[in-house]
């Protein structure tokens, strides 16, 4: 595709890395956004030659309409939303930062989606395989934007992808070496509307993959089970709870790896540093990406016993007068926060609430069980979640206004051998920039907690 000028929209950090990938190859762009409360001289301290964007700031002009080769959409963007039929209309390709990222892309790529444990697997699969080529960049919503790393790959290169439904919806021509699906539960349906949409996005990670290539996929989940059936890919399952005639799976304790030719011991689940059995299915995973990446059995189990949590997800932050603190600010929606519960082994204290995704939170209420001693609900969704939990007979509910109200209520309640666990079961709109965001506060507000 020819790329001389490219609208870039959104000014966040996507939108940020995929206009400076632009301009290191010396194309102009056109940087949007509808938001005009960002200002032009905060947007242009981003670049070191702001003589190659040009900042639009509320609404799009019929000359760059004109002009634009391409638009390249942050994630965060609906693709339904007004300027973007607009600019379909003007007959424009519309691009992810990931189809972009791609475009400079030269070495091969092991792509991560699912709704939950996307993180954890992507950083675990990246530190297996640095461990056996060392010329590997971990991308995407990991954290580091795709597009500012892309640039740096070689024929030798492996790039280790997070990728989330959001990117894959203006994914056109990427194309992964090995992909996976981690599992499927609805989310984000204020944006895919159905969780079938949802579905068929998540899987369209594979769309571009041949018979040559290989899709990793969670045999215990229904959904992700099924879709082995509509892909050109090679499946590779992995199984937590089955046996399985090929593929990735649990027996007495020891995880298998399986294929026509051998079954191979690859490690004991007694020697990973990672609590739950929710993490257990991300090995799995990890082990079956990996491994058909090319990576030995021997180094991956190395890399994969000596990891540790990633930050967010059942991070254990301190404890204080013999009350343990846990950040899983991670758990964004109920079925990650259901794993948070069920990775507590004591009474615990729970900090639930945020930005209402249209999400429904029966069954996260339903997995408290007898661990969940109070929940502690703060945000928009407090009402919500609250009136769920009486319905389901859990009473035992305080309302905060601040996340710091929810730790220091928390701290004057708790008793020695409790937990706290904050595991939202929501986004973090509104009270906070991102989860990362809400994680590093409630992190800060505990370590100010006085013994």
């Not at 194309?27 to 301290?45: G, S």
């Not at 607009?86 to 691009?95: K, Y």
Request: aromatic residues 8%; contains cysteine; hydrophobic residues 40%.
């Amino acid at each position: 595709m020819e790329m001389k000028q490219v609208l870039v929209a959104g000014t966040g950090k996507s939108g940020i890395s995929a206009a400076k990938l632009l301009i290191r190859h010396q194309i102009q762009v056109y940087l949007f956004d509808e938001n005009t409360d960002r200002t032009l001289e905060d947007i242009l301290k981003n670049f070191s030659d702001p003589g190659m964007v040009t900042v639009v700031l509320g609404k799009l002009t019929e000359e760059i309409l004109e002009k634009a080769d391409l638009m390249v959409i942050s994630p965060g963007i609906p693709v339904d939303a007004p300027f973007v039929e607009t600019v379909r209309q003007h007959g424009i390709a519309i691009w992810s930062e990931i189809e972009l990222a791609y475009y400079y892309e030269k070495g091969r790529i092991a792509a991560i989606t699912g709704t939950n444990g996307k993180t954890t697997t992507t950083a675990l699969v990246g530190e297996i395989i640095k461990a056996w080529n060392p010329d590997t960049y971990v991308v995407g919503n990991i954290g580091i934007p795709y597009t500012e790393l892309c640039d740096s790959t070689n024929e030798n290169s492996i790039t280790v992808a997070e990728i989330s439904s959001f990117q894959l919806e203006t994914a056109v021509h990427f194309h992964p070496q090995v992909s996976a699906v981690l599992n499927l539960t609805p989310d984000h349906l204020n944006r895919h509307y159905t969780f079938e949409n949802y579905g068929n996005v998540k899987l369209s990670i594979s769309k571009n993959q041949t018979k040559d290539d290989v899709i990793v996929l969670n045999y215990d989940d229904v959904h992700t089970r099924e879709m082995g059936n509509r892909v050109q890919a090679k499946t590779v399952y992995f199984s937590r709870l089955e046996k399985l005639e090929q593929g990735v799976y649990v027996e007495n304790g020891t995880v298998i790896l399986k294929n026509r030719q051998t079954e191979q011991k690859v490690l004991d689940i007694k020697d990973l540093k990672l609590l739950g059995s929710h993490n257990v299915e991300n090995v799995l995973a990890a082990v079956g990406i990996a491994y058909y990446m090319g990576v030995p059995v021997d180094v991956i189990r190395e890399a994969a016993t000596a990891f540790q949590a990633v930050e967010h997800r059942i991070e254990y932050v301190k404890t204080v007068r013999g009350v343990a603190y846990y950040n899983d600010s991670k758990g964004t929606n109920p079925d990650a926060a259901i794993k948070g519960i069920q990775a507590m082994n004591t009474r615990t204290f729970l900090i639930g609430g945020g930005y209402d995704k249209g999400s429904a939170f029966d069954e996260w209420i339903e997995a408290f069980g007898d661990k969940v001693k109070c929940l502690v609900l703060i945000g928009q969704t407090a009402g919500l979640i609250a009136e769920t939990a009486r319905r389901h007979g859990f009473t035992d509910i305080v309302m905060k206004d601040s996340l710091k109200e929810a730790v220091e209520y928390c701290y004057e309640h708790a008793s020695a051998n409790d937990a706290v666990l904050l595991s939202p079961a929501c986004a973090s709109w509104g009270m906070f920039d991102n989860y990362e965001q809400r994680g590093r506060m409630f992190k800060e507000y505990v370590h100010n907690l006085k013994e």
